[in-house]
């Protein structure tokens, strides 16, 4: 029965409100759900099935597989395995290996089934102690033990014979749930990416032989249906793993076999044989590892102690050959790639780790992007949003004036209904008068004011008194604007590396193949045995090779190979890392990379005012990356512990913020912002900055409220200068960015105030200081330093007025200490 809700319209069902629409809608979804499965769930339904015949197909051999005449060590292992595994299944495993062992007697059919029995009996109170069957095996070993032993009294009396036997079997037992745990689960996975270890695919193949022993004594036209899969499985191996891993399966394979029936002996050697000979051919393709079979087959037959006819060997063997070559090579690369050590295998692994790796740079890249969306969030608007921020700003600015004055006057109606335009005029040149000068200086403004209004002393008082509030107000909103802009800069910056950052990961490692053939056969030309030549890169500036020399006792890499490939690539060459191979042998790893094409040698002399400990001037120089280098003076507001701090927390910010990899622009200015965000006390401090590009020479200066810097090349003096302000001064500052080519031999110049201005009487400092640089005899950056400090002192009469820092560098080519040696030089290009 339905029930109307009322005006509300709600359907109730069993005591329940339902909307009367969408509740029905919902009834009918669901209805169609219960009364169909989806597709989901038919394709795990059919999964199952698999999965249930599969296991029913090993249960039957392996209930069946006998081994040494009598012993059953394959059953309780196996439903073992699947009552941890898969314990749904564990009642048709049971039944599997039941009808196998009723295919042999019905005496192994009872001796199957009452070790069945005990296992449940025993498993049952097992969970009760072990819920995560941490003692499976030695339960395992207790059930198979137990039915042995009871089985042989039955049969005879008991004796120490049969427990050692049953001992025995209860070992073999115990040792094949180990492997099976690791080899059962593997027919049934379905992971994409399934690497076995090499302990894995000796324990598939343990179990693989173990279900060929079901199968013994099955004849097809006098052809035995085990030594034809045996082969076939062998080969398989052989040529998907290779030597190693087909006699490992030929072996396993073969000493199965032999101890299900002692008469198979001899395929023990003929499947290792086929095993390591077809690995060994795997090159030729199917055709010369099937070949492998056939030799080894022949060599067996030949000396088997006629054991088996050479025409059924033979037979047996060509089987196995049709049913290897008809294999679908999908399934033979398939299997390949789960085998460690393979080319399969490895392009797999390289496959999965380009996968991970462009997931990865898609995150950082998304990262990126969404660092660049936040500082477009954080910066500023366009001039028509602040301009009209500046119109609101005098609207809300004069209406708080009008509510104390205005108000209360009897002409408000005349002043703001008709005079409208005139009255908010005035009080706007007013209120920016009065910003600027504290009054209305302009003598008509208040003369108009006058006649306009009633009381004007009081709204010029007032808009005094409100000027001073809403500076405190400004003041907090410049704050917050710098606040932002100082977001949207670092985000922009962290944008930036992160995106670069992405595009590195996406690098890959090119096939150098011929390259590396060429450097082989260049120094086998002089003498030297390469085994091994790796070359990552060969990028203009970002060489890198890896070599494994037969020895480095006379520094073989640094005299003669580094020159040949410096000869070779057209590029300076050197030895970046060495190390030795093993500790027993000479042989050593080298990795040969670029170097840089300009080297830098720099120089300093630094002292405080008045001969102190403490000076406001800090300094540094660092290498940046791959290939830039910088050097920087920061000179802090006046003397003492405060401008050291200053100082020394300017130069630390900058280091920090360009070894992360950030724009030196962005540095600047992010540094700027926090410095003036910080205090608000007049605490400032200048930078100096050069960016030296050790590869091509070129050099960025950035200067912000600095002294000039000079270039000294041979008898010409350049200065290098910029007008902005100190950092900290302003909220925002622009950063001019100079750039100069430098060559070999040029000398660079950097200084702090104190030494600029260390001569009072000179009025052209800068041609002053020009001329004493020309005149310097010495290049030697630390000479040079010493000597300029030394003369500014000199010229203050021996006084220290201020702190002093100078910072020289001279740049030159890169010499390596071998000189090239002549070489057939391959075109790279």
């Known amino acids: ?54 296991i029913m197909g090993i249960g039957f051999l392996l209930g069946r597989a006998v081994i040494l005449l009598q012993l059953l060590p394959f059953t ?53 102690v072990d819920k995560k069957d941490l003692f499976l095996p030695v339960t395992v070993f207790t059930v198979v033990a137990a039915t042995r032993m009871i089985s042989l009294s039955l049969q005879q009396e008991a004796s120490l ?94 000493l199965i076999l032999s101890l299900a029936n002692v ?85 797999e692994q390289q496959k999965y780790l380009r996968k991970i790796r462009d ?19 954080f910066s500023f608007h366009d001039k028509n949003e602040v301009q009209a921020e500046k119109d609101r700003e005098v609207d809300l600015f004069l209406s708080t004036v009008t509510e104390t004055t205005c108000q209360t006057c009897m002409k408000k109606h005349q002043c703001w209904a008709k005079d409208f335009e005139k009255t908010y005029s005035l009080m706007e040149r007013i209120a920016e008068d009065c910003e600027e000068h504290g009054k209305i200086k302009d003598r008509g403004l208040a003369a108009s004011w006058r006649t306009h209004c009633l009381i004007d002393q009081k709204v010029v008082d007032t808009v005094n008194s409100k000027l001073k509030e809403r500076d405190g107000e400004k003041r907090i909103r410049h704050q917050l604007l710098e606040s932002r802009r100082l977001v949207a800069d670092q985000l922009i910056g962290v944008s930036q590396v992160m995106g670069d950052f992405a595009k590195d990961i996406q690098r890959e490692k090119k096939v150098h193949d011929q390259q590396e053939a060429d450097i082989k056969e260049s120094l086998e030309d002089i003498g030297i045995d390469v085994e091994m030549v790796d070359v990552y890169g060969l990028e203009p500036g970002n060489v890198d090779i890896e070599m494994v020399l037969p020895q480095n006792n006379y520094n073989e890499a640094e005299k003669v190979v580094a020159p040949l490939l410096t000869n070779i690539l057209n590029e300076a060459i050197v030895v970046k890392f060495t190390e030795a191979v093993s500790s027993s042998g000479p042989e050593t790893k080298v990795l040969f990379g670029s170097t840089k094409t300009f080297v ?11 001969g102190k400990w403490v000076s ?50 962005v540095a600047i200015k992010s540094i700027n912002s926090v410095l003036s965000l910080r205090s608000n006390e007049e605490v400032f401090s200048t930078l100096d900055l050069g960016m030296i590009d050790l590869q091509t020479g070129i050099v960025k200066f950035l200067k912000v409220g600095s002294t000039p ?46 030494i600029y201005e260390a001569s009072k009487m000179v009025e052209n400092k800068d041609i002053w200081m020009k001329r004493m640089i020309r005149e310097m005899e010495t290049n030697d950056p630390q000479e040079v330093a010493d000597l300029l400090m030394e003369r500014m002192i000199r010229e203050s009469e021996g006084e220290i007025h201020d702190d002093m820092t100078v910072l020289a560098a001279r740049i030159d080519h890169y010499a390596p200490k071998w000189a090239t040696i002549a070489s057939p030089a391959q075109n790279w290009a």
């Open 1 to 54: 029965m339905f029930e109307r809700g009322g005006v509300s319209g709600v359907t109730k069902m069993n005591g329940q409100a339902v909307s009367p629409i969408g509740g029905l809608r919902g009834m009918t979804w669901r209805k169609k759900e219960e009364s169909r499965p989806s597709a989901v769930k038919t394709k795990a339904r059919i999964g199952n099935w698999k999965a249930l015949l599969l």
């Open 76 to 128: 309780i292992p196996f439903l073992a395995v699947i009552f941890k595994w898969r314990r749904s299944m564990t009642l048709p495993a049971s039944f599997a290996l039941i009808a196998g062992s009723t295919s042999l007697s019905f005496e192994y059919a009872g001796h199957t089934t009452m070790a069945i029995l005990l296992y449940f009996l025993l498993q049952s109170i097992m969970l009760k």
């Open 161 to 254: 014979y049969h427990l050692f036997t049953a001992s025995v079997e209860g070992a073999l037992a115990m040792i094949i749930t180990l492997i099976f745990l690791q080899s059962v689960p593997l027919f049934f996975e379905r992971r994409k990416h399934l690497n076995l270890r090499h302990e894995e695919v000796i324990c598939l193949v343990i179990l693989i032989g173990s279900l060929l022993t079901g199968t013994v004594g099955w004849l097809i036209y006098q052809l035995s249906i085990e030594h034809m899969v045996a082969r076939y499985i062998v080969l398989i191996f052989a040529f998907t793993g290779g030597a190693t891993i087909g006699a490992t399966a030929g072996v396993i394979m073969g």
């Open 263 to 347: 008469a198979h002996l001899f395929s023990m050697s003929l499947l290792a044989f086929a095993g390591l000979l077809g690995g060994l051919l795997k090159e030729g393709r199917k055709l010369a590892t099937a070949s492998g079979l056939l030799v080894a087959s022949l060599l067996m037959a030949m000396y088997a102690d006629n054991q088996a006819p050479l025409t059924i060997t033979l037979y047996e063997s060509l089987v196995a050959v049709g049913l290897f070559l008809v294999t679908p090579k999908k399934w033979t690369d398939r299997l390949a790639g789960y085998i460690p050590g393979t080319t399969e295998h490895a392009q």
């Open 359 to 377: 997931m990865t740079a898609g995150k950082v890249e998304q990262f990126s992007e969404l660092f660049l969306s936040l500082s477009r969030s």
């Open 600 to 610: 830098v040698e720099q120089g300093v002399a630094h002292t405080a005012k008045g």
């Open 616 to 665: 406001g001037d800090s300094f540094s120089t660092m290498e940046i990356g791959e290939g830039k280098y910088a050097l920087a003076i920061s000179d802090g507001m006046g003397n003492g512990r405060r401008a050291h701090i200053e100082s020394q927390e300017t130069i630390d910010l900058l280091k920090r913020i360009l070894l992360s990899g950030i724009n030196e622009t």
């Open 709 to 754: 810097s000079y270039i000294k090349r041979g008898d010409q003096v350049m200065s290098i200068e910029a007008g902005n302000l100190p950092i900290g001064m302003i909220r925002e500052v622009d950063v001019d960015v100079v750039s100069e080519q430098l060559k070999a031999g040029d000398l660079l110049i950097m200084m702090s105030d104190g």
